[in-house]
C-alpha cells in the first residue's frame, strides 16, 4: 500500500470489528439517464459485466477500457455511458460481488481467536486462504491496485475499505484495544497488512514472471510462509505485552 493507503487503513480502525459481508447489492431501477430499466435494459447491464469479466479472463495484453467492453458487447460508446460513467465506475461495479466472497474465502478464518498452540497453522491458513483469493481474481485485483497508485481517489478508497476489517481483525487477535488507534499494535497490524498484500501482488504478478521468464521466479511457497511466520511471531508478541500490562 502506499503512504496515504496505509494512513487511511489506520485511521479507519476504530470502527467495529465485526464486519459483516456486503448485502446483496439493490437492484437498480433506472439508467445514469434517469431512463427506468427494463428486463432489456437490466439485461444490457448485465451484458456489460460480463464483458468486463471476459476480457478480465483473457490474455493479459489485451486493453481493460470502455473502448474494449463495448466492442466485446457490440454496443456503442454512447450506450456503455447510460450504465457507467467511467472504466472506474465499471470496474467497482465488478469488484462488488467479488469482494463480497471476501468473507468465506479468507475474512471469516479470522473471527474466531486463534489458540497459541496451533497458531503457525493458522496464520499460515489465512495467508493461504488470501493468496488463494488473489490468485482467483489476479487481474482485476491487480488493475484495481495499479489504479490506485496512480491517484485514483476511488480505487484507493475501495483497497482500504477492504484491507480495513482484516486489519482490525488481526488487532483484536493480538489482543489489542481497538479504541486506541494510535497504539503500537495498530502500526503492526498495519505493516502485517501491508506486508501481506506486497507478498500476493508479486506472487500473482504474470507480468513480472514473463520479464524473468520463470513461473512462479519469487516461491511463493516460501514466501507465503515468511508472512505466515511474521504475522504468527506478531500476534505472540502483542498477546504476550497485553497479558503483561
Known sequence: MSAKA???????A????????????KALSHNLNGQRLGRKGRDTRDRILAATNELLAGPPDV??????????????????????NDLTELLLAVLEPVMATAEDEYVGLLRTRWDDAD????????VTAYHGFWVKHSRLLHLRNRMADAQNERMMMHR??????????????????LAQPQSPVFS????LMT?????????TDVALQNTLHAPNPLGSTH?????????????????????SS
Open 223 to 243: 514466501l507465503l510462509r515468511a508472512e505466515a511466520r511474521l504475522l504468527e511471531l506478531g500476534i505472540r508478541d502483542y498477546r504476550t505485552l497485553a497479558a
Open 119 to 126: 497458531l503457525g497453522e493458522r496464520t499460515l491458513a489465512f
Open 160 to 177: 482500504v475499505r477492504a484491507a480495513q476489517p482484516v486489519m482490525r481483525l488481526m488487532v483484536e487477535q493480538m489482543d489489542g484495544e
Open 195 to 203: 506486508g501481506l498484500e506486497r507478498i500476493v501482488t508479486v506472487t
Open 6 to 12: 496505509e494512513a487511511a487503513v489506520e485511521q479507519g
Open 188 to 191: 503492526m497490524a498495519t505493516a
Open 14 to 25: 476504530t470502527r467495529p470489528s465485526r464486519t459483516r459481508a456486503p448485502a446483496a447489492t
Open 63 to 84: 486493453e481493460i477500457s470502455l473502448s474494449a467492453v463495448a466492442r466485446q458487447t457490440s454496443l456503442g460508446m454512447t450506450s456503455l455511458y447510460n450504465y457507467f
